[in-house]
């Protein structure tokens, strides 16, 4: 529910959504299925864009089905292409689903992991989502819990220092960053 709740909005306003499902007794599939469109708006209402989302996780709940980690258990990149056909989830929303959820081996890709890249200068050739991802998955072992790893000390870099606004002091990438050597990039 995160990687769809999460989309366009701060993750604060996820955990607010996060915990009206809590409270109401609403975290698993099941008991999500039974709500109305409506009924589910209000629990998710401070996710931001409320009814899109809502609409999103109903199409995710159904392409799921009754047995969640067996729908997410087959071949990773057929999985992940089934996946991106539910309406409403795209590449890096299907990637935190098979990474965070199912424990799958694939590299969710963010703003922040373009963005200190790009600053480090060890961007893909193609500077696409699937050539980041790509760039990750060739060059680490195919590791769920080092991709988690990985991808969470990306975003705590790029909310700590990486920002659209760089804030370097203290990064600890600052002497191999373009910004923190004062070229820009």
């Known amino acids: 529910m995160g990687a769809v709740l999460t989309q366009n909005t701060s993750w604060g306003n996820v955990e ?8 109401a007794g609403l975290l698993e599939p099941a008991p999500l299925r039974k709500l109305s469109v409506d009924e589910l708006v209000e629990q998710i209402r401070p996710s931001g864009t409320y009814r899109v989302k809502a609409r999103r996780l109903r199409a995710l709940l159904a392409w799921l089905g009754e047995d969640p980690q067996a729908r997410l258990a087959g071949d990773l990149e057929m999985t992940r292409r089934e996946l991106l056909r539910v309406p409403g989830i795209g590449p890096e929303t299907a990637d935190a689903i098979l990474l965070y ?3 799958r081996p694939t590299f969710v890709v963010d703003a ?8 480090l200068e060890l961007h893909p ?3 696409s989502y699937e050539g980041y991802r790509r760039l ?4 680490l072992p195919e590791d769920p819990a ?5 991808h969470a000390q990306l975003v705590q870099l790029g909310k ?3 920002r659209a606004t760089p804030k370097c002091q203290g990064c ?6 373009a910004i923190g050597r004062g070229r820009s990039t």
């Open 16 to 23: 607010k959504a996060i915990a009206n499902l809590k409270a």
């Open 101 to 103: 959820a199912a424990g």
């Open 112 to 119: 922040y992991t373009r963005r200190v890249l790009q600053r």
């Open 125 to 127: 050739e193609e500077r």
């Open 136 to 139: 990750f998955m060739e060059h």
């Open 146 to 150: 080092l991709y988690n790893e990985y």
């Open 160 to 162: 700590d220092h990486c």
């Open 172 to 177: 600890p990438l600052r002497e191999v960053c």
